[in-house]
């Protein structure tokens, strides 16, 4: 999945934290709400502007990053 076009990182904007474009929610705070237990349709309801895609982009780019991380054996 391309999250270039629902995520971006501007200064300024919530200390330079990649935020969805357009918002100032950070992918960050998705996540963080996802692994309370909050589910994905609980999310939205409660940020109208974001979808599905966007909760689907960013568990996209959280799994990126991680593997990023990953240290070749």
């Known amino acids: 999945?391309?999250?270039s076009s629902l995520i971006d990182t501007r200064a300024?904007?919530?200390?330079?934290?990649?935020?969805?474009?357009?918002?100032?929610?950070t992918v960050y705070?998705?996540?963080e709400y996802l692994?309370?237990?909050?589910?994905?349709?609980?999310i939205v309801d409660d940020?109208?502007?974001?979808?599905?895609q966007h909760i689907?982009?960013?568990l996209a780019f959280a799994a990126i990053?991680?593997?990023?991380?990953v240290a070749p054996a």
Do not use: H, N, W, Y
Not at 12 to 25: A, D, E, L, Q, Y
Not at 47 to 52: K, R, V
């Open 35 to 42: 692994a309370s237990g909050m589910s994905s349709q609980e």
């Open 12 to 25: 300024g904007v919530r200390s330079g934290k990649p935020c969805f474009v357009g918002t100032r929610i």
């Open 65 to 69: 990053r991680e593997r990023r991380l």
């Open 47 to 52: 940020f109208p502007e974001l979808t599905e």
């Open 29 to 31: 705070d998705v996540l």
């Open 56 to 58: 689907r982009a960013a």
């Open 1 to 3: 999945m391309d999250t």
